[in-house]
């Protein structure tokens, strides 16, 4: 009963410090390649409107086929092609969309496909135009799906650390966030900076994430437990430090957001009605994965089984000779090194930046609640339904409200079953 106490008052406080900091918005744009039969197609004119039909900017194909138009906030914008530009040997393969709707998510860069074919061999005419028009609702539902699934992966990496440091300590964590962008960082300054491959760097930012959260519980939490300090207490300490971090990594990254050195700007590809960059689809497999096998291992091998003795009962598991601070440290390794890499995975759908983790800790806050806290695999659920909500909520709401129909099924979950998803109800008395 303490404990769901405290972590109801913690999500709280964290709502108000999350609502009350400004959100900073880094490099919205949509681009994307031209190709004809896998050619770029150079010196085509891209037009780019907002929902009320005010131009907002233009560019031209280079001689590699890409173009790129930065947008000034987030939201809904039509993409125009303009055809008269194409070259007489090429057509749009479908003569219907030359103007595209397309959805920008805050801090992203989307990418825009226009589907080319040698002239004569395309597409279109009333009865492809009038097949279109009935199936592209549901196209764009399945599409915010898939989009849904790739944030709330990113989301369940995250959480997965959150949850299990919570089950092990009852320490809510409001540094975690910067856990992500110390990961995403870390890969940044060996591929941008050093010139390491990006599947090379990634993997050294997660064993140095992984130090990193060793470090922290071995030098500072850990220091905090032995003096007695209560949850509440750590729990004001981790804004605190959170809050440091923060403006540390400003001080050395600065306040613009910039991408990786590796795959920028994806041709994408078609798979039935998603549209999607192949990172996207090895990013979500990646995520999977990781996910799948440290839940696994918390289930079936002897260390898995020693934290959820410590998560149940410490004083009972130290009794029957488990090293808890031992369990507790290999917790935070596991977590900080499973945070670097979902703060990896962030960057890749948009540009890193010194507040990135801070953006998503309140969605991270609302998986590991809505999935039970303490549990991994709740994390996960939980970290899924957030995700397909605020994508999918954008259907019939503003994407400035997109966190609604996420916060709103959480507000239900705790109504009706207060102990999440995958939770346990605790016994009181």
Known sequence: ????????????GGLVFLLSS???????????TLQNQGQPVNGVKISVAGEDGKPVGDATTGADGKWEVPVPKAGRYKVTLDRSTLPKDVGLKFQDRATLDVQVYEGSERNVLFALAPAGKQGGGAAQA????????????????????????????????????????????????????FG??????????????????????????????YTQDR?????????????????????????????????????????????????????GPISAAPKNFIAMGIELAVLVIVGLALLKTRLGKAARAVADNPALAASSGINVDGVIRIIWTVGGAVASLAGVMLGL???????MGFQILLLVFAGVTLGGLGTAFGALVGSIVVGLFIQLSTVVVPTELKT??????????????????????????
Not at 203 to 208: D, E, F, Q
Not at 243 to 264: K, V
């Open 219 to 271: 030098f500072f939490w850990g220091v905090l437990r032995k003096r007695g300090s209560s949850l509440v207490a750590m729990m004001i300490i981790s804004i605190g430090l959170a809050l440091f971090l923060r403006y540390i990594f400003l001080f050395f990254f600065g306040g613009e957001g910039a991408p990786y050195a590796d795959y920028n700007a994806q041709p994408g590809i078609q798979v």
């Open 349 to 355: 759908s948009q540009n890193v930046s010194y507040q």
């Open 130 to 181: 009038s097949s279109d028009s009935s199936s592209s609702f549901w196209d764009r539902v399945a599409q915010l799906t898939f989009e849904g699934f790739n944030l709330g992966l990113i989301i369940a990496l995250a959480a997965m650390g959150l949850s299990l440091v919570f089950g092990t300590t009852g320490l809510t964590n409001f540094a975690h966030g910067e856990l992500l962008t």
């Open 184 to 213: 995403a960082m870390s890969a940044y300054f060996f591929n941008v900076v050093v010139g390491i491959p990006l599947i090379w760097a990634a993997v050294i930012a997660v064993v140095i994430g992984g130090v990193f959260g």
């Open 1 to 12: 009963m303490r404990r769901a106490v405290i972590a109801f008052t913690a999500f709280l």
């Open 404 to 429: 609604v129909g996420a916060l709103l099924v959480l507000i239900l979950v705790m109504l009706f079953r207060p102990q999440g998803i995958l939770g346990r109800r605790e016994r009181i008395g």
């Open 22 to 32: 400004p959100a900073w918005a880094d490099g919205e744009a949509l681009k994307g």
